[in-house]
């Protein structure tokens, strides 16, 4: 079984800065891409940032400068720095993992995978 877990998430002020970690675990075989995505009250789940396993990123136009993706494959684990945060930042943020994974029968199978969520408050 593969689990995502993320942590790091609060409340902060505006221009304030917080860290995100994301952490796989379970029978995985290889870690492909990994990402970030939001979503805020009332609006749609939207990409924030993502990072392939060649280390090349991509990010949201809003987030451009301010954030930053990376990973440790070692300990299977992605971040998200967020710097300058904004109050329009305020979302729950899920992290994502395409993910290659020992399935029942011992056959390697991949799909993508979503972590619990955590709170993001950008607030004075």
């Known amino acids: 079984q593969v689990r995502l877990v993320e942590s790091g998430g609060g409340l902060v002020q505006p221009g304030g800065s917080l860290r995100l970690s994301c952490a796989a675990s379970g029978s995985i075989f290889s870690i492909n891409a990994m990402g970030w995505y939001r979503q805020a009250p009332g609006k749609q789940r939207e990409l924030v940032a993502s990072i392939t396993n060649d280390d090349s990123t991509n990010y949201a136009d809003s987030v451009k400068g301010r954030f930053t993706i990376s990973r440790d494959n070692v300990k299977k684990t992605s971040y998200l720095q967020m710097n300058s945060l904004k109050p329009e930042d305020t979302a729950v943020y899920f992290c994502?993992?395409?993910?290659?994974?020992?399935?029942?029968?011992?056959?390697?199978?991949?799909?993508?995978?979503w972590g619990q969520g955590t709170q993001v408050t950008v607030s004075s």
């Open positions: 994502n993992a395409d993910l290659s994974y020992y399935a029942v029968g011992g056959y390697v199978a991949r799909r993508d995978f």
